[in-house]
């Protein structure tokens, strides 16, 4: 993708992931609109980065997904590079009483919210990149994450679909693949251990200078590149008995 001169919307970008999005895109001299359910999240960001366009929307939610779309049409019809980031991630067992309800609220923002995007924002003309943000655990599973590994697992496959579907339209489909990141996700602390955000960012803009389409780092290079041997060792050890 060309690196200058998009209008991005990056979805869940007051924060984490995809807050360093924003500024390092903003940086190069993109717009950028971000948006997220929380309108103090979004509210801190634009002072952080007053370039920013902001947007409150609950993307679990069809008819907000809808209006957010009729909204960019309407008033960003240039937009050209929609992220797709947004996600949540619950710790949590099988035998939980409330299993089946939050994996219900994982699959419809990780999975049912990026599908619902994609298929609106194709109508855009100007559409001409999609950004996915999946996980280097879609490679070797963290069992006590188990549905969100699902979820990434999800959005790999769907990617490389894209990818091959939408080159006769000339669409650029890109997946970003962080490794543990310290942010937010899963709930405030529980990644305060992982690397900062900063180092994934530089990577995955150096990556994507050289026209990569699958933006990997650390564990999730090495996930991506292992074979089944590898893959099973990780597994194990991030699964001990
Ligand atoms: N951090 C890691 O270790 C790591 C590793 C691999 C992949 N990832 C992926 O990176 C992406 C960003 O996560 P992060 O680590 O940056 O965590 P984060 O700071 O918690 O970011 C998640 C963002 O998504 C937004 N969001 C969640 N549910 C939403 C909804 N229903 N509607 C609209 N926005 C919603 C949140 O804003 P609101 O709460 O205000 O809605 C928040 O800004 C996620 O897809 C995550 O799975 C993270």
């Given at each position: 993708m060309?690196?200058?001169?998009?209008?991005?919307?990056?979805?869940?970008?007051?924060?984490?992931?995809g807050?360093a999005?924003a500024?390092?895109f903003?940086?190069?001299?993109n717009?950028?609109?971000?948006?997220g359910?929380?309108e103090?999240?979004l509210?801190?960001a634009a002072?952080?980065l007053?370039?920013?366009?902001?947007?409150?929307?609950?993307?679990?939610?069809?008819?907000e997904?809808?209006d957010?779309?009729?909204?960019?049409?309407?008033?960003?019809?240039?937009?050209?590079?929609?992220?797709n980031?947004?996600g949540i991630?619950?710790?949590?067992?099988?035998?939980d009483?409330?299993?089946f309800?939050?994996?219900k609220?994982?699959?419809?923002?990780n999975?049912?919210?990026?599908?619902?995007?994609?298929s609106?924002?194709l109508?855009?003309?100007?559409?001409?990149?999609i950004?996915?943000?999946?996980s280097?655990?879609?490679?070797?599973?963290l069992?006590?994450?188990p549905?969100?590994?699902a979820?990434?697992?999800f959005i790999?496959s769907?990617?490389?679909?894209?990818?091959?579907?939408l080159?006769a339209?000339d669409?650029?489909?890109i997946?970003?693949?962080?490794?543990?990141?310290?942010t937010?996700?899963?709930g405030?602390?529980?990644?305060d251990?992982?690397?900062p955000?900063s180092?994934f960012?530089e990577?995955?803009?150096?990556?994507?200078?050289?026209?990569?389409?699958?933006?990997?780092?650390?564990?999730?290079?090495?996930?991506?590149?292992?074979?089944?041997a590898?893959l099973q060792?990780?597994?194990?050890?991030m699964?001990p008995q």
């Open positions: 060309n690196l200058s001169n998009n209008k991005i919307l990056i979805t869940g970008g007051a924060t984490g992931i807050f999005l500024e390092r903003a940086r190069e001299n717009s950028v609109i971000i948006c359910r929380r103090s999240a509210q801190e002072q952080k007053p370039s920013t366009i902001t947007r409150a929307c609950d993307l679990s939610l069809a008819e997904r809808e957010l779309f009729k909204w960019i049409a309407r008033e960003h019809a240039d937009l050209n590079v929609l992220v980031n947004a991630q619950q710790w949590m067992s099988v035998s009483d409330n299993f309800h939050r994996a609220e994982e699959i419809t923002t999975i049912e919210a990026p599908v619902h995007l994609i609106l924002f109508q855009l003309d100007s559409l001409n990149t950004i996915n943000v999946g280097g655990l879609s490679f070797s599973p069992a006590k994450v549905v969100y590994c979820t990434k697992a790999h769907l990617t490389l679909s894209l990818r091959y579907l080159k339209r669409i650029d489909v997946e970003l693949i962080p490794p543990a990141l310290n937010d996700l899963g405030k602390g529980i990644h251990s992982a690397p955000v180092d960012i990577a995955a803009f150096e990556q994507l200078k050289q026209g990569k389409s699958q933006i990997t780092f650390g564990f999730s290079e090495a996930m991506i590149k292992a074979g089944p590898e060792a990780a597994f194990d050890r699964n």
